[in-house]
């Protein structure tokens, strides 16, 4: 995820050294957001300097000069590439064609296609693959119509479709940087002798711990000792000279004093990256949704016309997998199976140029999804990488690519990046369903809106069930097993969740199919012994029923995830997390949330860190 910084000074020098200087430590306070490029912009009265550069901060250091440069007025930026390759000229600031105008943004803008074609029509040149560089241009376009530079700067923000923070200095206006904010964070900081915009408190948290965090569709500006908030109340999303109608705001209640640590600010406040991460999964997905349409369209007739469909990952890519090869045989009538990446060898010397092959991987750079993907290539499969970075070797090696666009996830658990890939899967199989007509047009359509829901259903998930979550692990602590059972997409679901729990609380915990655990695994099951199913709706809610009886026969402690409008089958279970009730093929990425939740609080009630998990890394790079 892109970092954003802009600070305006009241005069030269308020913060006792060179304005780049004062840049560069902001962004370095916002290195733990990942990123593959840096770059700033630094204006005065009289002129405006811009450097970017492909890299990290330090390496790039000696290069750009920040320290060198000084100014009034400077905004600064770290890349996290997600539409073009991380490059010099993809690294932003991004400027109109006079190069008066420059831009750093973070998030996606998902009309720029045409708006590009059409500022292209009007005569502009790009120089980026950035969706980006419209911002400026569109600047420029409407002051050449005759708007003023405020109005041209709010004409074109609402025009844009998507997510966005946007801080923008027009070197008509030195002393000004404008902002504008939808889904992408957002905040100011406030002092006597500066005004600070950001994406992240940590950036500016050195000089000053008052913040305004600004809403979404929120535009203004900051000067040295002013602050301006108008909200968007409409938008047209015609290149004319209408502008858009604003609403002056009165922030005055909104300014907040921080007491966090530098180190608890660089985490937005949560005490772990897993717990932020978690929390951020509403985001995760809208930017994943608000990207797939045209990546996922190129490879709806290549998959329909394959024989069968292998997606393969690991540990939790794999669960993600598991649950797209359901979804992509349920709805779109594909032929499809997930297997782990390292098994894949045994599968390999019947994969052939009729298959495709969908490799999942967050990191993109495990070694056995890698292998698997250069096997099933040599053997002239087709190959689609599902990854979370950009230009990453699975990327690279693939013949195609779909992101998700979870942003860095730093925590070695994955959270995020699961619904994200979840998500991205789910769509894909709606897509192509919608293409080979295999299911009827209300199914399709109840589907796809609650698809578009979701970012808010996870995001009342997780206020609901974070309490419950919290409470229940102290009594989860003090056990040594749990089983996890679910049938149909809940297994998944169910292998994630006790996944989770092993990877950082450090308790055993298996899953299984619900059906399958009298054939063995109800062996071990005794008093007390934890038992979670995870219940996506009507149809695995009745065949499980006599699941949760065999193990409350042998006093198991039976927690169930389930819908609220199962509630006839509430009382079979010693304690519950109610779930919004979804339709069930878009309910895994909903239903992990309280494992997720379950599994960060028991790992801190027994003392562990649940960033740094022993004996794991975040990226597995040997076989
Ligand atoms: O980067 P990848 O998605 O390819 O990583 C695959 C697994 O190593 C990863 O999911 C691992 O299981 C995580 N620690 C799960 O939390």
Not at 260 to 272: F, L, Q, V
């Amino acid at each position: 995820m892109c970092g954003i910084i802009g600070i305006v000074l009241r005069y030269q020098r308020a913060l006792s050294k060179p304005l780049g200087s004062v840049i560069k430590g902001c962004l370095k306070n916002l290195e733990y957001r990942g990123y593959d490029s840096v770059g700033f912009a630094l204006a005065s009265s009289n002129s405006l300097v811009i450097r970017k550069s492909k890299g990290k901060i330090d390496e790039v250091d000696v290069k750009l000069a920040f320290d060198d440069f000084d100014g009034i007025c400077g905004v600064g930026h770290t890349r996290w590439a997600t539409h073009g390759k991380p490059s010099d000229i993809n690294a932003h600031p991004l400027t109109d064609c006079s190069k008066r105008i420059v831009v750093v943004h973070n998030g996606i803008i998902e009309n720029y296609l045409e708006l590009k074609e059409e500022l292209i029509r009007r005569g502009h040149r790009f120089e980026s693959e950035t969706d980006t560089e419209v911002v400026p241009h569109l600047i420029e376009e409407f002051k050449k119509l005759g708007m003023n530079s405020y109005d041209a700067f709010k004409k074109a923000a609402s025009l844009l479709r998507g997510t966005y923070a946007l801080a923008v200095i027009d070197t008509d206006e030195p002393g000004r940087i404008y902002f504008a904010r939808n889904t992408s964070p957002l905040v100011i900081g406030i002092r006597d002798d500066a005004t600070f915009l950001a994406s992240d408190i940590p950036a500016f948290i050195d000089y000053t711990r008052k913040v305004i965090v600004i809403q979404d569709d929120e535009v203004g500006y900051i000067s040295g000792s002013d602050v301006r908030i108008e909200k968007l109340v409409s938008k047209s999303y015609e290149v004319d000279l209408t502008p858009p109608i604003c609403e002056l705001v009165d922030y005055s209640s909104r300014i907040r004093h921080i007491d966090w640590t530098p180190e608890m600010a660089k985490k937005g406040g949560y005490p772990h990256f897993m717990l932020k991460e978690i929390h951020e999964q509403p985001q995760a997905i809208a930017s994943t949704l608000s990207s797939l349409a045209n990546e996922v369209k190129d490879v709806l007739k290549l998959i329909s016309k394959a024989d069968r469909v292998l997606i393969v990952g690991a540990g939790t890519s794999y669960h993600a997998s598991f649950v797209g090869s359901i979804l992509l045989s349920e709805l779109a009538e594909v032929k499809s199976h997930a297997i782990i990446s390292s098994e894949m060898k045994w599968y390999s010397r019947s994969v052939d140029e009729c298959d495709v092959v969908i490799a999942v991987s967050q990191s993109g750079e495990t070694i056995d999804t890698l292998l698997a993907v250069r096997e099933a290539r040599r053997r002239g499969a087709l190959t689609i990488a599902l990854t979370n970075v950009i230009d990453s070797t699975l990327a690279r090696e693939s013949h195609l690519t779909i992101y998700t666009r979870a942003g860095p996830e730093v925590g070695v658990a994955a959270t995020k990046t699961f619904s994200a890939q979840v998500v991205a899967l789910t769509y894909l199989a709606l897509s192509l369903a919608e293409y080979r007509s295999t299911l009827s047009t209300n199914k399709l359509n109840e589907l796809k809106n609650s698809l578009r829901s979701l970012p808010d259903y996870v995001s009342s998930t997780i206020s609901a069930t974070e309490p419950r979550a919290r409470s229940l692990a102290s009594l989860i602590s003090s056990k040594q097993n749990a089983y996890y059972l679910g049938r149909g997409l809940g297994l998944p679901v169910s292998m994630e969740g006790a996944l989770k729990l092993k990877e950082v609380a450090y308790i055993h915990a298996e899953s299984y199919p619900a059906g399958e655990s009298k054939h063995g695994p109800i062996a071990l099951v005794d008093e007390g012994f934890p038992v979670f199913f995870t219940i996506l709706g009507s149809n695995d809610g009745e065949l499980i029923i006599s699941n949760v009886e065999e193990m409350k026969a042998r006093g198991a402690l039976t927690i169930a995830v389930i819908p609220s409008n199962l509630d006839r089958i509430h009382k079979y279970f010693n304690y519950a997390f109610i779930m919004h009730p979804v339709p069930y093929e878009v309910a895994p990425s909903l239903y992990i949330i309280p494992h997720q939740l379950l599994a960060y609080y028991t790992a801190v009630t027994l003392g562990y860190d649940p960033d740094k998990p022993r004996n794991l890394a975040k990226t597995v790079t040997v076989v």
